[in-house]
């Protein structure tokens, strides 16, 4: 089975802290693929990154960044001197086969309210 | 592209009665998804569909829901008759197929109220 767990439920900040969404996963295979979404609150779902399972380099986009660590099972997600319009729900989701097909699994989500 | 088209983008209906939604997935995409979403339950899975053959309904939740992808450039998910647990935002999504690195993109979302 697997499975994608974000503990923390809702965050705020205030405009200008860094922010980080944990993200823990669980899952059998060894070939895998992680994902980050974001839903404003228009609704729709943003896709923003994905990793492979072999591939553990962080990466850095803007004032956003993600942390891979397949030691611990995380995704981490942070986003420097963050601004109002970040505030959203974000979601991390695990790509891994899944009785013969890959299937995307979505953790609760992170609601992060940036506060002016 | 247009991106992946969803209709009605909001239904509010009575209990009993039929509802059905739409989607058109991105031309060159083969595989649909449908995901619905709630408070409590978060993003869920109810049917996927490669080439148009539906491949896991596991997560369609009673006979009361059903899928069709006549073609590959539509697909409709059905609810009848409704109930107002069955309230909801329903997502389609599509994305190639065959891997599980590609990117599903979604729709707006239909925003489903049963009274």
């Known amino acids: 089975a697997q499975k994608v767990t974000q503990a923390q439920t809702e965050i705020s900040v205030v405009e200008k802290e860094d922010v980080t969404l944990d993200c823990v996963y669980e899952?059998?295979?060894?070939?895998?693929?992680l994902f980050w979404y974001k839903q404003p609150p228009s609704g729709e779902l943003v896709f923003l990154i994905r990793r492979n399972s072999f591939d553990e380099q962080n990466e850095i986009s803007g004032r956003y960044s993600w942390n891979f660590q397949k030691s611990t099972s995380s995704f981490n997600f942070t986003i420097t001197a963050s601004q109002v319009v970040d505030s959203a729900v974000y979601f991390c989701?695990?790509?891994?086969?899944?009785?013969?097909?890959?299937?995307?699994?979505f953790g609760k989500g992170t609601k992060l309210s940036v506060i002016p | 592209d247009a991106g992946v088209i969803q209709s009605p983008r909001h239904e509010v209906t009575e209990m009993g009665q039929e509802v059905t939604l739409r989607c058109k997935p991105i031309?060159?995409?083969?595989?649909l998804f449908w995901y619905r979403q709630t408070m409590m339950r978060g993003l869920e899975l109810l049917i996927y569909f490669n080439n148009n053959v539906p491949i896991d309904d596991s997560g369609m939740p009673e006979d009361r829901f059903s899928a069709k992808m006549p073609n590959a450039s539509f697909s409709t998910l059905k609810i009848q008759p409704s109930e107002p647990r069955d309230s909801a935002v329903y997502f389609c999504?599509?994305?190639?197929?065959?891997?599980?690195?590609?990117?599903?993109?979604f729709g707006a979302g239909s925003r489903l109220t049963v009274l």
């Open positions: 999504a599509s994305s190639l197929a065959g891997s599980g690195a590609n990117v599903l993109t």
């Open positions: 989701a695990l790509s891994a086969l899944w009785a013969g097909s890959y299937q995307l699994t």
């Open positions: 899952t059998r295979d060894t070939t895998y693929y």
């Open positions: 031309s060159g995409h083969n595989s």
